[in-house]
């Protein structure tokens, strides 16, 4: 029996395919390499190219090969693009969650491991977040992975299909060995812009407002560890297949740091002056998000164990030094 990858040529789901096939599992992978990259496709995996809106597409896949269960990072990510397309979000997030269910409905496949955010909770009442608090999104994005949950929610009451919903919170580093990284086109995520920056490749860093209510002012995030974030996905697949009950797990580390220490961080990793100057906030920004991830740890077992934002940051110096253009030569896409 195979693990069918969703999104496994992407930054998330191409950690997670990585894993498996280290875990002796036999992995399909599909991709619509909209936003993945061919070069991040696990050569020992069955890889498809196509788009999980077209159920014929999904049909043949599961028809050719045998899949007991499903990981889905197949979606758009971006908050400001969602803000400014949103249709674009619902149709590919949403519509595309829902042929897939559809295709597993059809074909009998009992378990998907879901690829959820923070954003689903929006302005947090408090810190740490537990998975009970609210979930009111303040962009479209997080709207459309809260979307997807209800999906399955009400899917898995008429067909008894098991899912675990797993809300990432900042997610950064590379795999030790170097076989895959981070490079989205656009980049708009913190830890690689500090990276290019440290790489020469852009003047500096703007830091998006310094008049937070924090101690330095700066925004503070939770990060977590790409292979500590995918180590929680075998263990929610293993959940699932041993009947586990469907549910909601923050994954972060229960800490927080703020966008001026992840820089200095940096400095001290790579040596590397990185300049940086202030800017204005970026809009849908919440000051502080910091998981409580007691629910995973107590549940599925989880314990990550690279949970220093040096060796978050360490991990991800190493692939961009190895990558200094990503998964492919030239800068002409950034
Ligand atoms: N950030 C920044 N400058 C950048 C990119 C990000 O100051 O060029 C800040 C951003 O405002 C947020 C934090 O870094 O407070 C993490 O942003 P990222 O986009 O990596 O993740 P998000 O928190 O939006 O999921």
Redesign the pocket.
């Known amino acids: 029996m195979s693990v069918l990858v969703l999104g496994g040529a992407g930054y998330i789901g191409s950690h997670a395919v990585y894993q498996l096939i280290d875990q002796g599992e036999q992995v399909v992978v599909v991709d619509s390499l909209e936003t993945g990259h061919i070069g991040a496709v696990h050569p020992n995996s069955t890889f498809y190219e196509g788009d999980i809106r077209d159920l014929d597409f999904l049909r043949k896949v599961f028809k050719k090969e045998s899949i007991d269960a499903v990981i889905h990072f197949a979606a758009n990510s971006l908050?400001g693009e969602s803000m400014e397309n949103p249709l674009k979000y619902f149709d590919n997030n949403v519509y595309g969650t829902q042929v897939l269910l559809k295709a597993m409905v059809e074909h009998d496949v009992k378990h998907i491991v879901f690829s959820s955010t923070a954003a689903t909770y929006g302005e947090p009442e408090a810190v740490p977040i537990t998975e009970e608090m609210p979930t009111i999104p303040t962009n479209a994005y997080g709207e459309t992975k809260l979307t997807m949950e209800k999906l399955m929610k009400w899917t898995e009451q008429a067909h008894n299909i098991n899912y675990a919903s797993l809300r990432y919170f900042?997610v950064a580093g590379a795999r030790e060995s170097g076989e895959t990284g981070e490079d989205h086109r656009p980049e708009?995520?913190?830890?690689p812009?500090i990276l290019q920056t440290a790489l020469g490749q852009r003047p500096h860093?703007?830091?998006?407002?310094e008049d937070y209510d924090t101690e330095d002012g700066t925004?503070i995030?939770d990060y977590v560890h790409v292979e500590d974030l995918i180590s929680a996905h075998l263990l929610a697949l293993d959940y699932l297949k041993a009947g586990g009950k469907s549910d909601v797990f923050n994954l972060g580390s229960n800490q927080g740091f703020s966008?001026k220490e992840m820089i200095d961080t940096a400095r001290t990793v790579t040596g590397k002056e990185i300049p940086a100057v202030g800017g204005p906030r970026?809009a849908g920004?919440p000051s502080v998000?910091i998981a409580s991830s007691k629910k995973a740890k107590h549940v599925l077992g989880w314990q990550p164990s690279r949970t220093s934002i040096t060796k978050i940051m360490q991990d991800a110096w190493d692939w961009h030094v190895s990558h200094p253009h990503g998964y492919s030569e030239g800068v002409e896409h950034r």
């Open positions: 908050v900042n708009t995520h913190l830890v812009i860093i703007t830091i998006f407002g925004c995030r966008v970026r920004d998000l």
